[in-house]
């Protein structure tokens, strides 16, 4: 087991030099229509937020201008996630981070957490059978 602990916590904030280090490279950035309004680590960082808090879109909490009003919507942040992630950019990110950490020897493969989730299992599937935890056909999968 990991003695240390600095390298485990899940990222909720990235600082503009963070982002251009770890993050930007795997972006694909668009070349038609209008420049976007925020810089690419801002709508990052609100991705980030959502995805650490687990909240609607529309309840992102997003800062104000000075005159009092959102300083972008919601739908924007939506918007450049579904780009990004159509795109493959948040994969190429993950598996350069993984690559990053292994070549440092940061990466303890010792602990790997499992996801245990109920999916219903689709007409003629494998395993077919009575969940008696969820009223619903399927099977208990663990997923890596």
């Known amino acids: 087991m990991s003695q240390t602990t600095h390298f485990q916590k899940i990222p909720t904030h990235l600082t503009q030099k963070e982002f251009e280090k770890f993050v930007f490279p795997h972006l694909c950035n668009g070349s038609r229509g209008a420049a976007p309004k925020l810089l690419a680590f801002q709508y990052f960082n609100y991705i980030l937020k959502l995805l650490n808090m687990g909240c609607q879109w529309k309840a992102l909490p997003i800062e104000k201008t000075a005159e009092g009003h959102p300083e972008i919507h919601y739908s924007n942040v939506y918007r450049m996630f579904r780009r990004w992630e159509r795109q493959g950019c948040f994969t190429e990110a993950f598996l350069a981070s ?30 077919i059978g009575f969940n008696g935890h969820k009223k619903i056909k399927g099977d208990k999968v663990v997923a890596f």
């Not at 690559?99 to 440092?104: A, C, F, V, Y």
């Not at 010792?110 to 599937?125: C, L, P, Q, R, V």
């Open 98 to 127: 993984v690559l990053e950490l292994h070549q440092q020897n940061l990466l303890d493969t010792s602990i790997i957490h499992g996801d245990g989730s109920t999916t219903a299992a689709k007409k003629g599937g494998d395993n």
